[in-house]
């Protein structure tokens, strides 16, 4: 099978890409071995959420000039990350992604924990600190659901409280969840989810409404256990209930992350790109220092050829890097990597020390082609986490890395093609 690129991962950073080249034309593979971590993405895109210091940012560009040279941004240069920050936002509106947030002052989001974080873009029905704030009176009744664990209202009435408002924090028992509340590994949000339409959503609005008759909140917060794919399920049950109504995120696998994924995914294939889900890229065949195809575990010895490779298989979590006892590598094409490389350096003692080893990746050059036995590449792309550098979680950089790398890379192989 032969393409103009061929994009290894299916998360943030390989479909921005993806989209990005099909909407030029290109005629784009993109191979999928399974979920990215936008799975369990809490609705909310980080930028730069917390400085080399671990202190919350507010004014992104003032904290992207403290990065270190080898960090993703720095070699994007800031003033390319304001830019791209912005091209993001619009790619995502172009595929129904609809957020708030700007590229220069981040807000307030809550958690899956019920902690107020920096957030760069939110999802729009997600509950953010400026919505709530706009609301005529600042009192919230937070909705959970019994025997939901992944849903921490506890937590986000403590948060709230230290802004001000005032919460009540209302359970509501369903008859229609009996089934999953059976087992505490069924009753999880994506499976609530698929059974939160019709009747049954009409019914869980009643049972709001029914609970909330006597409470002066003028909005409500309810976790994130209906689809929000479209304005289907979410936009019905916000005008069922007839009150102010936003999501917050929920532990485990996420409804809102999954929609998100769903969107773009489906953009692309709108576009005429081609999606190759559950394929693992396994082996490839070098021609001096270009990539001239890539094998699967699914296409019995079948090559996927193209002009250009992008490689965005994520980090330890996507797999695309693995760590050995003695050594990070990257698994599928035999890649440089970049990691300490004494081994007692990789981890401190405290866990909410700083982890060396989180910033491990691919190593690249200047053009974000990735190395292998020392040399770039010269038709090999890298992006998103697997880049080397970046401590995205420590950050909240990581959906900024994926998108900008993303737009990066694509645009290094538009202008040279
Ligand atoms: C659990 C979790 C939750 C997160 N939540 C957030 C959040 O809420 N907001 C935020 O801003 N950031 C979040 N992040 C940070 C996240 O890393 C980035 O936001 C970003 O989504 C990373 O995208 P990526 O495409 O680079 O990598 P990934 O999302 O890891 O995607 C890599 C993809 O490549 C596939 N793959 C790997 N190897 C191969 C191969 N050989 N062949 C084919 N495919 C392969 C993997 O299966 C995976 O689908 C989260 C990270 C994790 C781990």
Redesign the pocket.
Known sequence: MKFDTVI????????TAAIRLAEEGKNVGL????????H???????LLGFDTDHHPVDDVPTALVSLLPDHPYSKLGDAYVTRAASDAADLLRRAGVRTVGSAVHNHTRISPLGILRPAWLTLDNIATLDSLKSLSESCVAIISLAGFLDFYPRFIASSLEKEGFRCEIITIDTPELKALRSSETEMRAANIARIMQGDTLLSFARAIREAVRTSEATALIIPAVVNFDGDGEALRLRKAVGRQLFYA?TMGV?VP?IAMHTRLLRYFLSLGGRLLNG????SADFDGDKLSAVY?DKFDGDALRADNFVF????F????IVALPDAVIE??LGLDTFAPSDTSQWHKPDLFDRQPIMKAGIAVDDRFRALRNGSPVTNLFA????LAGAD??RE???????MLTALYVADEILNNN
């Open positions: 290894i991962g299916a998360g943030l950073a390989g479909i191979v999928s071995a399974g979920r990215s971590s936008m369990f993405n809490s609705g909310a895109l980080g995120p996420s992350g394929h693992r890229v396994t699967t965005a298989a994520g980090s979590f996507g797999r695309g698994p599928s992006a998103g986490a697997a995205s979680v909240d950089s990581g959906a900024g890395v994926a």
